[in-house]
């Protein structure tokens, strides 16, 4: 008879008593949070049961009350009704309905829906909770987590023998496994480290826990570091417990002389119903040392750990086997493997395991084929080949079946018998039989039981199952599975058959699933949405309806009126937004099959829907550049594109026509960059230099040929190609240079001239470039000196390029060359009249358009016009009449100059007069640099009228440095308020930005005393033009010096705008603590942000901003006493109490402790105290960082400092709500731990 089935017929068999003694046992194992616990139904001492109400009963440590209540007379299911009127029934109990929690009712049958909602009913609007433990569920839990009490109940026996030796224990293991585990026998390898912290764990403590997912090693290390520890502890004998269902205690005591030295080794804690027993045991009196060594999966660790917490347990966490690892032992002395290609594809079928990747990489090694990679199905047959054979179990249906469910849906509510016999009944399994096959296969270590779900925990342990039952031995059948489940679970499916597909080989797959694949097709294809997402999941194995159903979709598509394409784009602006019909051809571009058909169609597409074609030549540079697979294949791919690109284009097809040049400059490089995702989220980058042999030279010289047969058809195009050809590029492959050499020269022969300075440029650039790669041709002197005009000559000269102009100069560094650089500049550009000053003018015009780097040009500009003032003013003033004339359109400011003329008065009068005639681009920046430059004997009362009305003609955004202008206050001590005036007005008046130097305010606010409103006003406008103006607070500081009300304010200004900056956004308010008498101000603007922010205690407030950096601790001193003189003042306001505990949280945590007592001594109300945030309000973690034991060690030390606050029963209350909130965040975690386990591998 089945287990569950015997578990069942027991329970309806048990007497009334025995059953009520069972669910008050169950219970209270179950859910130990409880204060007390009464069986008032029962009479002491005896199996019996007698009258009352409830039949017993849980005290929480919130004062409230569970209701426990059982029943075993199915023929009366009334009494249910009645047992729960009686429990409200304030009369019978005399508990008050409010503190009642819930009523948990027992019993040993079953109950329709229509029952289970009629008792439901007789709660609704009471807020109490109504839990059910029925016949189903009762005989689950007995059955896989409470076997001691089936036995002690239910008379069930159970094995014994739980005590054994080593050897013994993994003799017994090692059968068990039958090979899916790593054998504990074997070698050794890859734990060095982990290996030595648990020496040193088990020597420092007497409890270690070992943790980590299932099959990382965890006992084979645990039984490692135990053997090594009895070599140097010779009065230490060691024991494993070999778990079998049953009571330890007694065997304990059997095994144990309470005066020797032992260790004791746990595996898989969280497995082992009596794991208490352990822990009692341990605490029991003896005279020699105990060590417990216990090993407990990731999962269950918080579990675990929290029992074992009073010893204080050293914990030891281990990983799966890294890539790296992994890689590491096929790169050993065993297998020597060192090809890159080869660690990729057995890193990913091992997936961490080193018994795989052992396995793969003698196969490897056997074949010296990378592609015997791609079909390992034998290898897993194999790996699994004494498992599935030896064991009688596994060799049923109904398990294999079991593992292929799990395996496609990842995780199976097991406990929800609704939902999971709707699913079983389609594929032929019982309940029943699935629950029995997953016990089964639970302890076998293939699928885990958490959390009332049901998984296999090794992706390559799914793949395989889902594989097996699904595809090769067809257990279960995948057309019901595609039938019933694909729309809902379209991702599930990928994630299952690509893996399959990769592992296992395509034509394994294919051949089974294609025939079913074809059918549902037909029940699909005229429904798009659904035939487009079959396609997009099974294209690889549908590649002719794939083919066929995105042609007619392209024929439906109505020709463009409009045919303008484009093939620029913008980076990153397909990572996320991509066109479905694009990339579903796109997955065609990664094989050579069905390639010029994907090609064509995807150009039609473009062509008819243009705004597609940029992301068209993305996808080819994304699939189709040279990768390290072409060289297996031939690059046939790459021979298709370049082939139906010319044979298309021939043909004088738009379309092909214009995508050619880009595409062509992508496969010109000389190596190519691949990023691409790798496993576990992770991704990596690689270059894979071009391939030159015979195959690429051919395309090579295609593609080179067909830019100089149409390089005239196109001049902007291929000119641009050339140019990118030609850049400084670390990338350079010599031998491909050497073969592009005759090409390129080819192409300037046939289509470049010496009159087109871009083609000067190009060619110029283009032979130094080969040169400096050490490529030598006969024609490259002739070409250097042939590609030379006037424009050219002069952007030489102009242009500083220090590796071009090593070829012209002799100098070691930088500096030397600038000295030489401007010299030439200098001495080659002196002008003798207006019209040849004209002529460069144009020249330089066309260059500061053309050239991408302006700067070392505009540089140079500014030499020449100070060159030419020095050899002759008079031309020189006309020069600047020039520029201004043609509106300075080249947007020159002439700084050399005016930095050295500007010292008489007639040469000041002249340049003043011809740089203020009229207005034009940068005329502002011009006249204030004319001021920032005049001589200090040259200021007067007109120059300061001149700079304030310059100041006042401003029309464009500028900057004015303020300490230029010192000179100036001798002739008016309020020309920088005037100035500042004009700037508040033009930004409101006209918008602009005229922004003033970081230090303006604290340099000098000695002569800005007249007008403070005016200088308020200005500081918030420059904080409007540059949110990081004043981000150390200095400016702010010199304000409040003088006007600390400004603070208010200013707040009050960040408040107004739209957008809310928190604390470390913005600049540090701390300076505030350097100001006297501050703290009446700080009141008001923390009132104030009070009554503005909206904080939900999530992030940190924004006034941690007055509290960060305080450096002196007479400022600390300072910040402290105003929080508690906030707290006196306000600890009964909620808002403010938790803007001053974010603070306390954040920016001053080490003054928490204090400022937490002085609030709990000024009030103890528990409705005060539970509204405010003292942990925060929720948060983010990182990793396996579980957020609720964070909360709950948070609580833990607010509680620490709650005790030693001596109160008396004041704090009552208030400790009852700390122990609710650690209780809360520990359920919390319990659910983390649910969510991560039902997380993907």
């Known amino acids: 008879m089945k287990r569950l089935q015997s578990v069942e017929n027991a329970l309806i068999e048990i007497n009334e008593a025995v059953f009520q003694e069972l669910c008050d046992t169950f219970l209270a194992l179950r859910d130990k949070n409880y204060i007390a616990f009464s069986r008032v139904g029962s009479q002491s001492g005896k199996q019996k049961s007698i009258k009352g109400t409830p039949d017993a009963f849980k005290l929480l440590p919130n004062g409230k009350y569970i209701f426990v209540e059982h029943t075993t007379n199915?023929?009366?299911?009334?009494?249910?009704?009645?047992?729960?009127?009686?429990?409200?029934?304030?009369?019978?109990?005399?508990?008050?309905?409010?503190?009642?929690?819930?009523?948990?009712?027992?019993?040993?049958?079953?109950?329709?829906?229509?029952?289970?909602?009629?008792?439901?009913?007789?709660?609704?609007?009471?807020?109490?909770?109504?839990?059910?433990?029925?016949?189903?569920?009762?005989?689950?839990?007995?059955?896989?987590?409470?076997?001691?009490?089936?036995?002690?109940?239910?008379?069930?026996?159970?094995?014994?023998?739980?005590?054994?030796?080593?050897?013994?224990?993994?003799?017994?293991?090692?059968?068990?496994?039958?090979?899916?585990?790593?054998?504990?026998?074997?070698?050794?390898?890859?734990?060095?480290?982990?290996?030595?912290?648990?020496?040193?764990?088990?020597?420092?403590?007497?409890?270690?826990?070992?943790?980590?997912?299932?099959?990382?090693?965890?006992?084979?290390?645990?039984?490692?570091?135990?053997?090594?520890?009895?070599?140097?502890?010779?009065?230490?004998?060691?024991?494993?417990?070999?778990?079998?269902?049953?009571?330890?205690?007694?065997?304990?005591?059997?095994?144990?002389?309470?005066?020797?030295?032992?260790?004791?080794?746990?595996?898989?804690?969280?497995?082992?119903?009596?794991?208490?027993?352990?822990?009692?045991?341990?605490?029991?009196?003896?005279?020699?040392?105990?060590?417990?060594?216990?090993?407990?999966?990731?999962?269950?660790?918080?579990?675990?750990?929290?029992?074992?917490?009073?010893?204080?347990?050293?914990?030891?966490?281990?990983?799966?086997?890294?890539?790296?690892?992994?890689?590491?032992?096929?790169?050993?002395?065993?297998?020597?493997?060192?090809?890159?290609?080869?660690?990729?594809?057995?890193?990913?079928?091992?997936?961490?395991?080193?018994?795989?990747?052992?396995?793969?990489?003698?196969?490897?090694?056997?074949?010296?084929?990378?592609?015997?990679?791609?079909?390992?199905?034998?290898?897993?047959?194999?790996?699994?080949?004494?498992?599935?054979?030896?064991?009688?179990?596994?060799?049923?249906?109904?398990?294999?079946?079991?593992?292929?469910?799990?395996?496609?849906?990842?995780?199976?509510?097991?406990?929800?018998?609704?939902?999971?016999?709707?699913?079983?009944?389609?594929?032929?399994?019982?309940?029943?039989?699935?629950?029995?096959?997953?016990?089964?296969?639970?302890?076998?270590?293939?699928?885990?039981?958490?959390?009332?779900?049901?998984?296999?925990?090794?992706?390559?342990?799914?793949?395989?199952?889902?594989?097996?039952?699904?595809?090769?031995?067809?257990?279960?059948?995948?057309?019901?599975?595609?039938?019933?489940?694909?729309?809902?679970?379209?991702?599930?499916?990928?994630?299952?058959?690509?893996?399959?597909?990769?592992?296992?080989?395509?034509?394994?797959?294919?051949?089974?699933?294609?025939?079913?694949?074809?059918?549902?097709?037909?029940?699909?294809?005229?429904?798009?949405?659904?035939?487009?997402?079959?396609?997009?999941?099974?294209?690889?194995?549908?590649?002719?309806?794939?083919?066929?159903?995105?042609?007619?979709?392209?024929?439906?598509?109505?020709?463009?009126?409009?045919?303008?394409?484009?093939?620029?784009?913008?980076?990153?602006?397909?990572?996320?937004?991509?066109?479905?019909?694009?990339?579903?051809?796109?997955?065609?571009?990664?094989?050579?099959?069905?390639?010029?058909?994907?090609?064509?169609?995807?150009?039609?597409?473009?062509?008819?829907?243009?705004?597609?074609?940029?992301?068209?030549?993305?996808?080819?540079?994304?699939?189709?550049?040279?990768?390290?697979?072409?060289?297996?294949?031939?690059?046939?791919?790459?021979?298709?594109?370049?082939?139906?690109?010319?044979?298309?284009?021939?043909?004088?097809?738009?379309?092909?026509?214009?995508?050619?040049?880009?595409?062509?400059?992508?496969?010109?490089?000389?190596?190519?960059?691949?990023?691409?995702?790798?496993?576990?989220?992770?991704?990596?980058?690689?270059?894979?230099?071009?391939?030159?042999?015979?195959?690429?030279?051919?395309?090579?010289?295609?593609?080179?040929?067909?830019?100089?047969k149409d390089f005239d058809n196109n001049v902007k195009a291929y000119t641009q190609l050339l140019n990118e050809y030609s850049q400084r590029t670390p990338d350079v492959v010599k031998e491909v240079m050497e073969f592009d050499v005759i090409y390129v020269l080819k192409i300037i022969k046939n289509h470049l001239t010496n009159s087109n300075f871009q083609h000067c440029h190009y060619v110029q650039s283009q032979i130094r470039w080969f040169i400096e790669n050490d490529i030598q041709d006969e024609t490259f002197d002739i070409l250097k000196s042939t590609y030379l005009n006037e424009l050219y000559l002069v952007y030489l000269k102009i242009d500083w390029d220090r590796l071009r102009d090593k070829e012209s100069y002799e100098f070691e560094d930088y500096a030397e060359y600038e000295k030489l650089k401007e010299s030439e500049v200098r001495e080659y550009f002196v002008f003798d009249s207006l019209d040849s000053f004209a002529e460069f003018y144009q020249h330089y015009n066309y260059l500061l358009n053309w050239e991408k780097n302006t700067y070392s040009i505009k540089n140079s500009f500014d030499y020449v016009i100070d060159e030419n003032f020095k050899r002759n003013y008079e031309l020189g003033i006309e020069f600047l009449k020039y520029i201004i004339n043609h509106n300075n359109d080249i947007q020159y400011v002439p700084h050399l100059p005016f930095q050295k003329l500007l010292v008489s008065k007639n040469t000041a009068q002249s340049i003043w007069t011809a740089i203020s005639s009229k207005d034009y681009n940068q005329s502002a920046t011009w006249k204030l640099q004319y001021f920032f430059y005049l001589d200090d004997n040259l200021v007067d009362e007109t120059q300061c009228k001149n700079l304030v009305s310059a100041v006042n003609d401003i029309n464009d955004h500028i900057f004015i440095h303020f300490t230029d202008l010192l000179k100036y206050l001798k002739c008016d001590a309020n020309l920088f308020t005037k100035i500042l005036k004009i700037i508040v007005s033009k930004r409101k008046s006209e918008n602009l930005s005229i922004r003033i130097t970081h230090n303006f305010f604290s340099k000098h606010s000695e002569y800005l005393k007249n007008d403070f409103e005016t200088v308020k006003e200005a500081y918030i406008q420059q904080e409007?033009?540059?949110?990081?103006?004043?981000?150390?607070?200095?400016?702010?500081?010199?304000?409040?010096?003088?006007?600390?009300?400004?603070?208010?304010?200013?707040?009050?200004?960040?408040?107004?705008?739209?957008?809310?900056?928190?604390?470390?956004?913005?600049?540090?308010?701390?300076?505030?603590?350097?100001?006297?008498?501050?703290?009446d101000v700080l009141f008001k603007v923390f009132d104030f942000i009070a009554a503005k922010e909206i904080y939900m205690g999530i992030l940190d407030h924004f006034c941690n901003s007055f509290f960060s950096g305080i450096k002196k601790e007479e400022n600390i001193k300072k910040s402290n006493e105003f929080i508690i003189d906030y707290i006196n003042a306000n600890y009964n306001d909620l808002i403010r109490m938790n803007m001053i505990v974010d603070i306390l949280r954040h920016t001053k945590s080490d003054f928490f402790e204090e400022a937490y007592i002085h609030f709990l001594k000024l009030t103890q109300d528990v409705n005060i105290y539970s509204k405010i945030w003292w942990i925060g309000n929720g948060g983010s973690t990182t990793g396996n960082e579980s957020l609720g034991d964070r909360m709950a060690l948070n609580w833990r030390r607010i509680l620490d400092i709650t005790n030693r606050l001596d109160l008396g029963i004041k704090l009552i209350p208030i400790k009852k709500y700390i122990n609710d909130e650690i209780e809360a965040a520990l359920n919390y975690a319990e659910g983390e731990k649910r969510r991560r386990f039902l997380d993907k591998f």
């Open 1024 to 1079: 409007r033009f540059d949110s990081h103006y004043d981000y150390g607070g200095s400016e702010l500081l010199s304000i409040l010096r003088i006007d600390k009300n400004f603070l208010l304010e200013y707040i009050e200004y960040l408040y107004a705008q739209k957008d809310r900056h928190r604390s470390y956004e913005h600049k540090s308010f701390s300076v505030v603590w350097l100001v006297e008498d501050i703290q």
């Open 74 to 708: 199915i023929s009366n299911k009334n009494k249910l009704e009645d047992d729960i009127k009686k429990c409200l029934d304030y009369k019978t109990t005399k508990i008050p309905l409010k503190d009642i929690e819930e009523i948990i009712l027992c019993a040993n049958f079953k109950l329709s829906v229509q029952e289970v909602d009629g008792l439901k009913d007789l709660l609704k609007g009471k807020r109490i909770s109504l839990r059910l433990y029925l016949l189903d569920e009762l005989s689950i839990e007995l059955l896989y987590h409470h076997r001691d009490l089936s036995n002690q109940y239910l008379g069930l026996p159970l094995d014994t023998g739980q005590i054994v030796s080593i050897s013994q224990f993994i003799e017994e293991y090692n059968k068990a496994a039958k090979s899916v585990a790593t054998p504990l026998d074997n070698e050794f390898v890859h734990r060095d480290n982990e290996l030595k912290q648990l020496q040193n764990s088990i020597s420092a403590s007497n409890f270690v826990i070992i943790t980590g997912s299932p099959g990382v090693g965890k006992t084979k290390l645990a039984l490692e570091g135990i053997n090594s520890f009895l070599l140097t502890n010779l009065n230490y004998t060691a024991y494993c417990v070999s778990f079998k269902s049953a009571s330890l205690l007694e065997d304990l005591y059997q095994h144990f002389d309470t005066k020797r030295d032992y260790i004791l080794f746990v595996d898989d804690a969280n497995r082992i119903d009596s794991f208490n027993q352990i822990i009692g045991y341990f605490k029991s009196s003896r005279k020699g040392n105990l060590k417990i060594i216990i090993t407990v999966r990731d999962y269950a660790l918080n579990e675990i750990a929290n029992r074992c917490i009073e010893f204080k347990p050293e914990e030891l966490h281990l990983n799966k086997f890294t890539d790296e690892q992994i890689i590491d032992i096929i790169k050993s002395e065993s297998f020597k493997i060192y090809n890159p290609d080869y660690h990729k594809e057995i890193v990913r079928i091992a997936d961490g395991n080193p018994r795989l990747a052992i396995m793969a990489a003698k196969l490897a090694v056997q074949e010296q084929n990378l592609c015997a990679l791609s079909d390992v199905s034998e290898l897993f047959e194999q790996y699994f080949a004494r498992f599935v054979t030896d064991n009688i179990d596994l060799t049923k249906s109904v398990n294999l079946k079991s593992l292929g469910l799990i395996a496609f849906f990842y995780t199976i509510p097991y406990k929800d018998k609704t939902r999971c016999a709707s699913l079983l009944s389609k594929f032929d399994l019982a309940y029943d039989d699935f629950i029995e096959s997953i016990d089964i296969l639970n302890k076998l270590e293939l699928v885990e039981l958490q959390f009332e779900y049901a998984k296999i925990s090794e992706q390559n342990l799914s793949t395989y199952f889902f594989y097996k039952s699904f595809i090769k031995d067809g257990t279960l059948s995948f057309s019901v599975l595609l039938e019933y489940y694909y729309d809902s679970n379209i991702e599930r499916f990928r994630d299952t058959i690509i893996p399959a597909n990769n592992t296992f080989g395509y034509h394994n797959v294919i051949e089974k699933v294609k025939p079913i694949l074809l059918n549902y097709w037909q029940s699909v294809i005229t429904i798009d949405e659904k035939a487009f997402n079959l396609l997009s999941t099974f294209w690889f194995y549908l590649e002719e309806e794939t083919i066929e159903f995105i042609y007619n979709h392209i024929n439906t598509i109505p020709e463009p009126i409009a045919t303008k394409y484009y093939t620029e784009y913008e980076t990153n602006q397909f990572s996320y937004n991509r066109n479905k019909i694009i990339e579903l051809l796109g997955n065609f571009f990664n094989y050579p099959v069905k390639l010029k058909d994907a090609l064509e169609l995807a150009y039609e597409y473009a062509r008819k829907l243009p705004e597609t074609l940029p992301e068209l030549i993305y996808t080819i540079r994304e699939h189709l550049l040279f990768d390290t697979d072409d060289q297996r294949m031939g690059y046939k791919r790459q021979e298709i594109l370049i082939n139906l690109l010319l044979e298309k284009s021939d043909r004088s097809e738009s379309i092909y026509e214009i995508t050619f040049p880009a595409i062509a400059t992508s496969f010109l490089q000389y190596k190519y960059h691949h990023t691409k995702g790798g496993r576990n989220y992770s991704f990596y980058w690689y270059d894979y230099p071009f391939p030159l042999n015979n195959l690429t030279k051919i395309l090579r010289e295609k593609i080179w040929d067909k830019i100089d």
